[in-house]
T-cell receptor, first 112, second 112 residues
Framework: GENVEQHPSTLSVQEGDSAVIKCTYSDSASNYFPWYKQELGKGPQLIIDIRSNVGEKKDQRIAVTLNKTAKHFSLHITETQPEDSAVYFCAASPYSYGKLTFGQGTILTVHP | DTGVSQNPRHKITKRGQNVTFRCDPISEHNRLYWYRQTLGQGPEFLTYFQNEAQLEKSRLLSDRFSAERPKGSFSTLEIQRTEQGDSAMYLC??????????FGPGTRLTVT
């Protein structure tokens, strides 16, 4: 089955800096890669996703890149703000099959 | 527009008791997923439904666990003879077809 590895486990940045979180996956059949933000006591919130037919996708301060050859994808957050502080999870899923396999999570702390 | 709702939000039970959780998906979403999340980990897939049909169950879902989705609307997850190892956050998500799963706030189960 699919295995998703996520790094780093914790990330601390100053407000205004950029943050990068990286994930690798094992199953070449995976073609959908979402990122979720989870705040304390809440369910995961979908923030951006990418499908295997594109290499990069951007939404305001958030971008995701995908390298299918190397089987890795990354989340980039620019101009970080204190409200970006949360746990971020990457996930992978094969086409037409909705089961998500999640990474272990990254605790992002943005210091004012 | 209402998101995915889950009830109860918190459940404390004694070992050996049965518990049942409910999930109401986003209206018209035909797929519904159950995940379990323990502290410091990413969500782990348990099972999913397409309409009323349960299409896959994880090996994590022992015979003490049962899930239903009558009429393809809300779903229930029952745990019989609870054990302390069942303590976790139980998350429900829904989607239209295979992509973009939206999660509910979760039900936190504590088994004493």
């Amino acid at each position: 089955g699919e295995n998703v590895e996520q790094h780093p486990s914790t990330l601390s940045v100053q407000e205004g800096d950029s943050a990068v979180i990286k994930c690798t996956y094992s199953d070449s059949a995976s073609n959908y890669f979402p990122w979720y933000k989870q705040e304390l006591g809440k369910g995961p919130q979908l923030i951006i996703d990418i499908r295997s037919n594109v290499g990069e996708k951007k939404d305001q301060r958030i971008a995701v890149t995908l390298n299918k050859t190397a089987k890795h994808f990354s989340l980039h957050i620019t101009e970080t703000q204190p409200e970006d502080s949360a746990v971020y999870f990457c996930a992978a899923s094969p086409y037409s099959y909705g089961k998500l396999t999640f990474g272990q999570g990254t605790i992002l702390t943005v210091h004012p | 527009d209402t998101g995915v709702s889950q009830n109860p939000r918190h459940k404390i039970t004694k070992r050996g008791q049965n518990v049942t959780f409910r999930c109401d998906p986003i209206s018209e979403h035909n797929r519904l997923y159950w995940y379990r999340q323990t502290l410091g980990q990413g969500p782990e897939f348990l099972t999913y439904f397409q309409n009323e049909a349960q299409l896959e169950k994880s090996r994590l879902l022992s015979d003490r666990f049962s899930a239903e989705r009558p009429k393809g609307s809300f779903s229930t997850l029952e745990i019989q003879r609870t054990e302390q190892g069942d303590s976790a956050m139980y998350l429900c998500a829904s989607s239209l077809e295979s992509y973009e799963q939206y999660f509910g706030p979760g039900t936190r189960l504590t088994v004493t």
